[in-house]
Structure formats: structure tokens, C-alpha cells
């Protein structure tokens, strides 16, 4: 049974940093890509960054510079780091399995003054 929990979403203001993580369980993770997603209250969910299992990396030019994804193997778990943040990154936040239909609850980020 796969499962994959996210922790660490927020409120935080304008210009500030959260750290997000994803435990997962049931999967091989260290062959696995994985990625974080992110819907925004009436919006489409968005893919936000991801990383192979061999750590290439790609991120939404929403969040490019500001954003950064990696992994501990060892921990199988997946970060999302976020610095300098903006109204506009405001959403609940989701881990998933890049090439299978696996998510987490999600987590949510509000960035607000």
C-alpha cells in the first residue's frame, strides 16, 4: 500500500520560507520520481517541481530561482523548499508519484501579510 504524507505547510508572509517534506511508503523510492503539485482555491492543480530518481529536477517558471526540490533516499522522502514567497504561491500543496496515480492528503500553504 503506497502512501505519501506531507508536513510543514503554513502561514507565513510575503518574502518568507516554509519547507515542505513527503514521507512515502510501499514504493521502491530511490527508482522513483516524484514530484510536488500545487492547486490554488479555483484554479487547475499545477505541477510545481520534480525530481528523478537519479535527481534531474524541473520546476514551473512560476517558481524558478525561488523554489528548490530534492530528496534523502536514505529517509525516502521528498523537500520542497520555498523562499521568497508570494501571495500568488498560496494552495495546498501535494507530493505524488511522477508516473503513477499516487498522492498525498496535501498540505497547505498560505502566504498572506
Known amino acids: 500500500q503506497v502512501q505519501l504524507v506531507e508536513s510543514g505547510g503554513g502561514l507565513v508572509q510575503p518574502g518568507g520560507s516554509l519547507r515542505l517534506s513527503c514521507a512515502a511508503s510501499g514504493i521502491i523510492f530511490s527508482l522513483t520520481a516524484m514530484g510536488w503539485y500545487r492547486q490554488a482555491p479555483g484554479k487547475q492543480r499545477e505541477l510545481v517541481a520534480a525530481i528523478t530518481y537519479a535527481g534531474s529536477t524541473n520546476y514551473a517558471d512560476s517558481v524558478k530561482g525561488r523554489f528548490t526540490i530534492s530528496r534523502d533516499n536514505a529517509q525516502r522522502t521528498v523537500y520542497l523548499q520555498m523562499n521568497s514567497l508570494k501571495s500568488e504561491d498560496t494552495a495546498v500543496y501535494y507530493c505524488?508519484?511522477?508516473?503513477?496515480?499516487?498522492w498525498g492528503q496535501g498540505t497547505m500553504v498560505t502566504v498572506s501579510s
Open positions: 505524488k508519484v511522477v508516473a503513477r496515480n499516487y
